[in-house]
C-alpha cells in the first residue's frame, strides 16, 4: 500500500480517459488553404457566451497551423459572435496608426507590415488575415486593427514624434522650445529605427522623468480620447525605455494595462487578442517546465513576473478567456526549420491524439489533466498540469512551419542585407494568397 502511494506521486498518477474528454471537443476542420467551413463551430457559442476577451496564444511565434488556425477563428468570432477588434502582441502607437493609416486608405497589408512585428506581418500565412480585414472593412462585421504591446514596433514608428508635435501645438506648444523635448524626440527617433546600441549610451532617466512630467501636464488638459492616447502612448514608451537603458522588466504589466485602457475606451466592443501564449497565462508561477535548463532559461521568468493574462484574469475574471496551442508533430521556426518530434506516450498530445479530428478545440474547465506533461510554451514540455493557467487549448496534430514572404518583407525593410529576394508567380507560390 505504501509502496503504491510512493509511486503514485513519484508518476503523478494518470487518471483521465480520452473517452472522458472527447465530448468536450470542438472539431474546427481544416484549417488550410483559407478553409471558411464553420459547420462544426456551434458549440463555442456556448462555451463564449459570457466572454469579452478571447486571447488566442501560440507556441513559439513560429507555428503557421496555429495561425491558420487562429485565423479561422477570428473570422469566425467576427462573422457570428460579434468581435470586432483585433488587438495583437505589436506596438501600441504603432498599430493606431496603421488603423488610422487603413481608415486614409492605405492597403492593409502594407499597414500591417509596416506597424506589426515581421515575424508575423511579413509571412505568407497571414496575407489571409489582410485580405479578411480589408473585404470586412465594407461589411455588415468589419473588424478594427490595434496594438496592445508596449514596443516600438514597426515602421510606422516614424510618425510618433510628428504626431505628438502636432497634439502638443494645440495643448501645450511651450514643451516643444525645451531642451528636454529636443533630447525627448532624438531618443524615440532612436528607438523608432531600432539604434539600440546608441539609445543605451544617452542618459535614459532625462528622458524617462522628461515624460513623466510631460503626463502630469497632460492630465490637467480635459480628458478625451486624443488626450487619453497620448498618455497611454508616453506611458507605454517610458517602460520600453526603462527596459531597453535600464534592464526594468514592465512590459507585460504595460501590455494589460494597455489592452485595459482600449477595453474600457472601446466598452461595446468584444476582442480579440494575438499574441504569444507565454504572455497570455495566468497563474504563471505555476509553470514548471520538464527540462531544467529551460526552467532557468524562461520557467524562473514566470515565478517573478506576473503575465498580462493574471492582471487580465483578476480583473475581468470570466469574461476573459485564454486559448493555449498545442501540437502532435511537425516543424516550426521561421528562420530555422525546427522538427516537433511525436509526442511521447502518456503526455497530454498523445491523449489527445487519440481523436479523430486533426485541429480542434478543448475546453479545461472542470478537467484536471494531473500527471500530463504539455508542450504549449516553446514546444517545451511543462510538468504542471495544463488546465492550471489556461482556459481551453486547441490542437493542432501537423503543425507546419511558416514561409517568410522575401519580397514583401525587403518592401518594408529594404535596408536589410541578409533577405534575399525570392521572386514567383502565384501559381508558383502555391495560391497562398
Not at 515602421?155 to 511651450?174: C, F, G, V, W
Not at 503575465?307 to 483578476?314: F, T, V
Not at 485564454?322 to 509526442?343: M, N, P, S, V
Not at 511521447?344 to 485541429?359: P, R
Request: charged share 30%; net charge neutral.
Amino acid at each position: 500500500m505504501l509502496l503504491g502511494i510512493f509511486l503514485c506521486k513519484e508518476i503523478k498518477c494518470q487518471s483521465i480517459y480520452f473517452s472522458s474528454i472527447k465530448d468536450s471537443i470542438v472539431d474546427l476542420g481544416s484549417v488550410a488553404n483559407n478553409d471558411q467551413d464553420f459547420s462544426t463551430f456551434s458549440d463555442l457559442k456556448e462555451i463564449l457566451k459570457d466572454v469579452e476577451l478571447v486571447m488566442l496564444g501560440e507556441q513559439s511565434h513560429g507555428e503557421a497551423t496555429a495561425y491558420e488556425t487562429k485565423i479561422k477563428l477570428i473570422k469566425y468570432l467576427n462573422q457570428e459572435m460579434g468581435f470586432d477588434l483585433l488587438i495583437f502582441e505589436s506596438g501600441f502607437y504603432d498599430c493606431h496608426k496603421a488603423w488610422e493609416m487603413i481608415v486614409a486608405g492605405e492597403d492593409v497589408r502594407d499597414a500591417m507590415g509596416n506597424s506589426i512585428f515581421s515575424l508575423w506581418s511579413t509571412i505568407y500565412e497571414l496575407k489571409p488575415l489582410a485580405n479578411y480585414i480589408e473585404n470586412a472593412r465594407t461589411s455588415e462585421h468589419p473588424l478594427k486593427l490595434l496594438g496592445f504591446d508596449n514596443q516600438i514596433t514597426g515602421k510606422y514608428s516614424k510618425y510618433l514624434i510628428p504626431d505628438l508635435s502636432e497634439y502638443l501645438k494645440k495643448t501645450n506648444p511651450a514643451i516643444l522650445e525645451t531642451s528636454e523635448w529636443e533630447h525627448f524626440a532624438e531618443s524615440v527617433n532612436l528607438l523608432a529605427k531600432f539604434r539600440y546600441k546608441e539609445f543605451k549610451k544617452r542618459p535614459i532617466q532625462n528622458d524617462t522623468l522628461f515624460v513623466q512630467k510631460l503626463i502630469l501636464e497632460l492630465n490637467k488638459v480635459d480628458s478625451n480620447m486624443d488626450t487619453d492616447f497620448w498618455i497611454q502612448t508616453l506611458e507605454s514608451v517610458n517602460t520600453f525605455a526603462a527596459t531597453i537603458a535600464l534592464k526594468k522588466d514592465f512590459r507585460d504589466k504595460q501590455m494589460a494595462e494597455n489592452l485595459i485602457w482600449l477595453k474600457e475606451k472601446y466598452p461595446k466592443s468584444k476582442i480579440i487578442c494575438w499574441g504569444a501564449t507565454s504572455h497570455f497565462l495566468y497563474n504563471s508561477d505555476k509553470v514548471q517546465m520538464k527540462s531544467k535548463v529551460i526552467q532557468l532559461l524562461g520557467g524562473n521568468y514566470y515565478k517573478k513576473q506576473a503575465m498580462m493574462g493574471e492582471y487580465l484574469k483578476r480583473k475581468y475574471k470570466e469574461k476573459v478567456f485564454t486559448i493555449g496551442f498545442t501540437a502532435y508533430q511537425g516543424e516550426f521556426g521561421l528562420w530555422r526549420k525546427r522538427k516537433l518530434d511525436e509526442a511521447e506516450e502518456g503526455t497530454f498530445e498523445f491523449l489527445l491524439a487519440q481523436s479523430q479530428f486533426n485541429n480542434f478545440l478543448l475546453p479545461l474547465h472542470g478537467l484536471h489533466f494531473d500527471g500530463y506533461k504539455s508542450r504549449p510554451l516553446g514546444n517545451f514540455y511543462m510538468n504542471n498540469p495544463i488546465n492550471e493557467v489556461m482556459d481551453a487549448v486547441i490542437f493542432n496534430r501537423d503543425m507546419r512551419k511558416p514561409k517568410l514572404d522575401r519580397n514583401f518583407f525587403l518592401k518594408i525593410y529594404p535596408e536589410n542585407k541578409y533577405i534575399k529576394p525570392e521572386i514567383k508567380s502565384e501559381e508558383e507560390d502555391g495560391g497562398r494568397a
